[in-house]
Nanobody
Framework: QVQLVQSGGGLVQAGGSLRLSCAASGRTFSSYGMGWFRQAQGKERTFVASILLRGGSTYYGDSVKGRFTISRDNAKNTVYLQMSSLKPEDTAVYYC?????????????????WGQGTQVTVSS
């Protein structure tokens, strides 16, 4: 079992930057990849970014490409989401998640463990 604890987030003006962190503990060696998703109020949870823990390949949702960067620090078992050029439409609760088995990293149902969520609010 993998436990995920998130930190970061908050309120920022449009055009600003924030960094989210996700610290993993437990059976982290069994994870295939890590991802970030977000859920705006009244909407479904959607894919933001993911990174494979072997090889480090990264994937991004179309709306965040070129603005967000996912990275990992294996020694700290931590994954980061650096968010830049933030827009009001980026406002949402952000969740990190761990994917245990190979498969599409874009799909919510392929993730087995979830962080507690953190609010990101971008003001115009």
């Amino acid at each position: 079992q993998v436990q995920l604890v998130q930190s970061g987030g908050g309120l920022v003006q449009a055009g600003g930057s924030l960094r989210l962190s996700c610290a993993a503990s437990g059976r982290t060696f069994s994870s295939y990849g890590m991802g970030w998703f977000r859920q705006a109020q009244g909407k479904e949870r959607t894919f933001v970014a993911s990174i494979l823990l072997r090889g480090g390949s990264t994937y991004y949702g179309d709306s965040v490409k070129g603005r967000f960067t996912i990275s990992r620090d294996n020694a700290k078992n931590t994954v980061y989401l650096q968010m830049s050029s933030l827009k009001p439409e980026d406002t949402a609760v952000y969740y990190c998640a761990a994917q245990r088995y190979s498969g599409s990293t874009y799909v919510v149902r392929n993730y087995d463990a979830w962080g507690q969520g953190t609010q990101v609010t971008v003001s115009s």
